[in-house]
Structures are given as structure tokens and as C-alpha cells.
């Protein structure tokens, strides 16, 4: 497979050489996609038997309220996993339509194919399902960081609060975000111009600064 290189890297496969990843490739009858831009993934409401992950490109997971406002659910990059829950528990139902928002190569692979027992090579299996289930428990946190933004109580909370994970996740208080303002203000569940406005007082009152999708933050704002 000559994406390997590219496969390798992703925490999903920590702890294989390349020619143990190239086995356990064939081993679960892996298929890598190109999707084109906007390409629907998944719809909600299907039900999955594959674990899907990016090796370049971005998708997003989305869902539709009874007023066809889009709320994100979360960003998919690099090395991000989505469908293992539903591959898992394959009778239920997607809860989220994951597409693709610019040019997207996909790995994917149904998880019956890495559960089969086949002999020796049972201990390919058995380690990365131990990797997949350390990506599910991460999940929970991120969850958690999602839900941290949506409870708070103000719109400025809540983009303090996404930065605030931001630089948690990123180590640093210089970052970039991968999402752009109406995508940003759909995860937040709120529109374009509140979030642009609210951004704007935050740079002027000097707690942030920010240029396009690179931000910093200069100051920690007390909360009350």
C-alpha cells in the first residue's frame, strides 16, 4: 500500500512496523477513497459497520435542526476516527450526516474484519484493538470539551472556552483553528455576525488577538 508513510503516523497504529502495518492492512481488507468536497460520508441516520479515518484532508460531523440550522458536532483531520461507536453497536443509528469540506483521502474498514480471530495473527488484532479503545476514551474528553462550549451561559463564554480547549490541545497560547468563522459559529451554535462581533470586543479589550484563523490569547479573563 503506498500510503503507508501517511498511515503510519496515525495514533490509531501506534506501536506496528511498517511491515507488521502492511499485515494487519490486508489483514481487515483496508480501502482508501478520495472524496471530492462536500461528499456525504455518512448520512444520519444509516447504520454503520465501518471504521473510517482521515489520512489528509477534513471532514466535519453535522447535524440538521427542524429549521435546517447546521450545528457541528466536531472536526475530523488528520488521524481522526468517526464510525467506530456504530461499527461497534452496529444496530443503531447514526445520530450525525459526516461530509467532506475540501478534498478528502479516507481509510476505511469494516470491524468485523479486525475482530475475526485468524491464528497467528490474532496479536495484530488484539493490539490495535487495544489502540481503538484508547481513541474511544479520548473521545470522551473531547465530548466533554464540546459540551463544556455549549453549556456555557454567554456567547463570549463559550468562545473563551473553545479557545481555552484550544490551547490545552495545542500546548501553547499561539494557535491555529482549522474551522473558519461560519463553521466556528455553527459549533458554537450561534451565527457569523454575533460571533464576529464578540470576537472584535475581545481583541479590543486585549484579552485575544487574533488574524484570520491564528489566534492568541494575551490575558486570562477572570470568570465569575
Same mark, same amino acid.
Given at each position: 500500500?503506498?500510503?503507508?508513510?501517511?498511515?503510519?503516523?496515525?495514533?490509531?497504529?501506534?506501536?506496528?512496523?511498517?511491515?507488521?502495518?502492511?499485515?494487519?492492512?490486508?489483514?481487515?481488507?483496508?480501502?482508501?477513497?478520495?472524496?471530492?468536497?462536500?461528499?456525504?460520508?455518512?448520512?444520519?441516520?444509516?447504520?454503520?459497520?465501518?471504521?473510517?479515518?482521515?489520512?489528509?484532508?477534513?471532514?466535519?460531523?453535522?447535524?440538521?435542526?427542524?429549521?435546517?440550522?447546521?450545528?457541528?458536532?466536531? @472536526?475530523?483531520?488528520?488521524?481522526?476516527?468517526?464510525?467506530?461507536?456504530?461499527?461497534?453497536?452496529?444496530?443503531?443509528?447514526?445520530?450525525?450526516?459526516?461530509?467532506?469540506?475540501?478534498?478528502?483521502?479516507?481509510?476505511?474498514?469494516?470491524?468485523?474484519?479486525?475482530?475475526?480471530?485468524?491464528?497467528?495473527?490474532?496479536?495484530?488484532?488484539?493490539?490495535?484493538?487495544?489502540?481503538?479503545?484508547?481513541?474511544?476514551?479520548? @473521545?470522551?474528553?473531547?465530548?466533554?470539551?464540546?459540551?463544556?462550549?455549549?453549556?456555557?451561559?454567554?456567547?463570549?463564554?463559550?468562545?473563551?472556552?473553545?479557545?481555552?480547549?484550544?490551547?490545552?490541545?495545542? @500546548?501553547?497560547?499561539?494557535?491555529?483553528?482549522?474551522?473558519?468563522?461560519?463553521?466556528?459559529?455553527?459549533?458554537?451554535?450561534?451565527?457569523?455576525?454575533?460571533?464576529?462581533?464578540?470576537?472584535?470586543?475581545?481583541?479590543?479589550?486585549?484579552?485575544?488577538?487574533?488574524? @484570520?484563523?491564528?489566534?492568541?490569547?494575551?490575558?486570562?479573563?477572570?470568570?465569575?
Amino acid at each position: 500500500m503506498q500510503q503507508i508513510e501517511k498511515i503510519s503516523d496515525i495514533s490509531l497504529f501506534n506501536g506496528f512496523s511498517k511491515d507488521e502495518l502492511q499485515e494487519l492492512l490486508r489483514l481487515i481488507k483496508a480501502e482508501i477513497k478520495i472524496n471530492d468536497a462536500e461528499s456525504i460520508i455518512m448520512h444520519e441516520g444509516d447504520r454503520n459497520h465501518c471504521v473510517f479515518i482521515i489520512l489528509s484532508g477534513q471532514a466535519i460531523a453535522v447535524k440538521y435542526d427542524l429549521l435546517g440550522k447546521v450545528v457541528i458536532y466536531t @472536526k475530523l483531520t488528520h488521524g481522526c476516527i468517526f464510525g467506530d461507536i456504530l461499527a461497534v453497536s452496529a444496530e443503531k443509528e447514526s445520530p450525525v450526516t459526516v461530509k467532506v469540506t475540501e478534498k478528502t483521502e479516507i481509510l476505511k474498514f469494516r470491524f468485523d474484519d479486525l475482530v475475526e480471530a485468524n491464528g497467528n495473527c490474532a496479536e495484530l488484532r488484539v493490539r490495535m484493538l487495544k489502540n481503538l479503545t484508547a481513541e474511544l476514551a479520548q @473521545k470522551f474528553f473531547d465530548l466533554q470539551d464540546r459540551v463544556n462550549c455549549l453549556i456555557s451561559s454567554t456567547l463570549r463564554e463559550k468562545i473563551l472556552t473553545f479557545l481555552n480547549n484550544e490551547v490545552k490541545n495545542q @500546548k501553547g497560547i499561539n494557535f491555529n483553528i482549522t474551522m473558519n468563522r461560519e463553521r466556528l459559529a455553527a459549533y458554537l451554535n450561534t451565527d457569523r455576525s454575533a460571533l464576529s462581533r464578540e470576537l472584535s470586543k475581545l481583541k479590543k479589550e486585549g484579552i485575544i488577538d487574533f488574524y @484570520k484563523n491564528s489566534f492568541k490569547i494575551i490575558k486570562k479573563e477572570e470568570r465569575q
